[in-house]
């Protein structure tokens, strides 16, 4: 397998392009617009095939770049069902498998920092999007954000996942690039909480600052990566 862990400095963003061997099938997970050039620069240097591109989410915070890659490779762009994104090309379901060549992955919905979050499992690691980071979770106080539900995708899906499943998130703010489920179960100070009323108490004091670019970016989310005006 051919695993590449790509960032973005201006949003903290990763995003993640997986094949099955130099030369073969490949997926990105949530690319961004401004490294469209660098990913396909990339692509072809490893003699890959985008076949799909995926975000796990509607971004706040930085501008897809789905439409830009379908636009320069014809690859599928994909979102779960619940994604009011009317671009994207087709849909998957909780508990759908993605195959890509010999790759499998399988579709975990994880709503609660959105209500179309989705988390990706793979083998031995799971792409969580926002849904959990590194000793953080994602926000709930918008786009249809809900503390409860995030709960029950962290204790009742995620922390079901093995403990030694590798986890790969959305964000990192302070460089950390992978954990595992157990590594989070223990020392991640928001999954330390005994109950769901704690943690959306917990959520709710946060008092967190709306994304500088929340105005522009969901709007061109939705419209995968087209910028209005």
């Not at 095939?49 to 770049?65: C, E, G, K, M, N």
């Not at 409860?148 to 922390?159: C, E, I, P």
Request: glycine share 8%; aromatic share 8%.
């Amino acid at each position: 397998m051919l695993f590449r862990q790509l960032y973005d400095h201006e949003s903290s963003t990763y995003s993640y392009l997986l094949a099955d061997g130099p030369g073969g099938e490949a997926l990105l997970v949530d690319p961004v617009r401004e490294h469209s050039a660098q990913y396909l620069q990339l692509i072809e240097q490893l003699g890959l095939r985008l076949l799909v591109a995926v975000d796990t989410h509607t971004h706040a915070d930085h501008v897809t770049a789905l439409g830009a890659l379908r636009d320069a490779t014809a690859c599928v762009t994909r979102m779960g069902e619940q994604s009011k994104a009317e671009c994207v090309s087709e849909r998957f379901r909780d508990g759908e498998t993605l195959r890509i060549g010999s790759l499998r992955l399988r579709a975990l919905y994880t709503p609660g920092h959105t209500d179309e979050s989705y988390s990706l499992v793979m083998d031995d690691r799971v792409f969580t999007g926002d849904a959990l980071l590194i000793r953080g979770t994602g926000r709930t106080d918008f786009q249809n954000g809900d503390s409860h539900a995030a709960y029950d995708s962290l204790f009742n899906k995620l922390l079901k996942l093995p403990d030694d499943t590798l986890v790969y998130p959305g964000h990192d703010y302070k460089g950390w690039t992978v954990s595992s489920i157990g590594e989070e179960r223990r020392w991640n100070p928001r999954l330390q909480v005994r109950s769901a009323e704690e943690y959306a108490a917990l959520m709710a004091s946060l008092k967190l600052p709306t994304p500088k670019l929340m105005d522009v970016a969901v709007p061109a989310n939705l419209a995968c990566g087209r910028v209005a005006g």
